[in-house]
């Protein structure tokens, strides 16, 4: 089932306006979950909004809450506040964009947060204001560690973009093989998953994305340590909570996530003229794409061009939602007296 980008946009954004979102609170949360769905990130797409409205319907989110910025100079630190984290992942990229285009460098601290979408959204909007930019985030528990049996960290996903002529180069990973929210994809769609994506209660792989309890980390020991990292930096370092100390978000009603996400962004024109920093930009990339393919390949492409594909042939044919997904949204719906679109087959 398919349902064109400008109308799932429209629908959420109306959706978001009933459950007391501000109108241009609304249009910036829909505009985080579509350009997910758009960019084949279905996992930080409409998925997501059951559960933003489960914990608002807790107590646990606020629609109406402003997070607050603080600190000085290059190094600042974000209080959430209760607000969606999407709105805390806002607060800290513009802070880090002003400060690095004051200083050259900026690093901003978030604590008190919530899932706030995939990281490479404020990577990339860094990027288009002419930054280099990493963030990272932790989670809650669910991928074990090297060598353990239980979960230690969370996909904790690391994002990076630097600008170019065109899209900004884009990387948008998790620590772990695979992202919780792909698992509840195939979940949703009623499909098997690789063998290296998660283990069963009892530790071993499994391929039934229903049996998975933990998630492994992508690499083994290199993945662990990245995961590793970022929980430095994004729970450690922010004051956020750490490991299981961080509320559960589809289970763990008792409590806010107190999720932490940490942002870095350097002015390009700080160390070289922008046009020849783009110049080399472009140059890195042709490079690249003049690699003779492997078999089995057609193109070798540079970071985040896969999904700048997947932007064009949704934008052109629609989003690809499943039918469980659809009827949840439709559900959603009904209740704040939204009703969902016609979708096409």
Do not use: C
């Not at 629908?11 to 505009?31: H, K, M």
């Not at 530790?203 to 995961?227: Q, R, V």
């Amino acid at each position: 089932m398919h349902i064109a980008a400008d109308r799932l946009q429209t629908w959420v954004t109306e959706l978001l306006t009933a459950w007391s979102y501000s109108p241009e609170d609304a249009a910036y949360l829909a505009d985080t979950l579509i350009d997910a769905n758009l960019r084949g990130i279905d996992s930080h797409g409409v998925i997501r909004l059951a559960a933003y409205r489960a914990r608002l319907d807790a107590g646990l989110a606020s629609a109406t809450a402003t997070p607050v910025v603080s600190g000085t100079g290059a190094a600042l630190r974000v209080d959430a506040n209760g607000a969606a984290g999407q709105f805390a992942g806002r607060a800290a990229a513009t802070a880090a964009r002003d400060a690095a285009r004051e200083y050259g460098i900026a690093a901003v601290a978030v604590h008190g947060s919530t899932h706030f979408g995939a990281a490479g959204y404020y990577a990339r909007w860094l990027a288009s204001e002419g930054l280099v930019a990493i963030v990272v985030s932790n989670s809650e528990p669910i991928v074990v560690p090297f060598g353990g049996r239980a979960a230690l960290f969370g996909t904790n996903p690391f994002a990076f973009a630097a600008p170019t002529s065109g899209a900004p180069l884009s990387l948008d990973m998790a620590t772990s093989t695979s992202a919780m929210g792909k698992v509840m994809v195939a979940q949703a769609e009623g499909r098997s998953v690789p063998a290296d994506w998660g283990v069963d209660a009892d530790g071993a792989p499994t391929t039934d994305p229903n049996a998975i309890t933990a998630l492994l980390p992508a690499g083994g020991p290199k993945g662990y340590a990245l995961g590793y990292l970022v929980e430095v930096l994004a729970g450690v370092l922010t004051g956020a909570a750490i490991t299981h100390g961080i509320g559960n978000m589809y289970s763990d009603f008792s409590k806010p996530q107190d999720v932490g996400h940490f942002l870095i962004a350097v002015d390009v024109s700080r160390f070289l003229p922008r046009e020849e920093f783009l110049a080399r930009m472009d140059a890195l990339a042709e490079e690249a794409h003049g690699i003779q393919p492997a078999p089995g390949f057609s193109a070798v492409l540079v970071p985040g061009e896969p999904e700048e594909r997947t932007r064009a042939a949704r934008t052109a044919d629609g989003i690809p939602l499943p039918e469980t997904t659809i009827a949840e949204l439709r559900g959603l719906g009904d209740d704040a007296g939204v009703a969902f679109p016609e979708v096409a087959a």
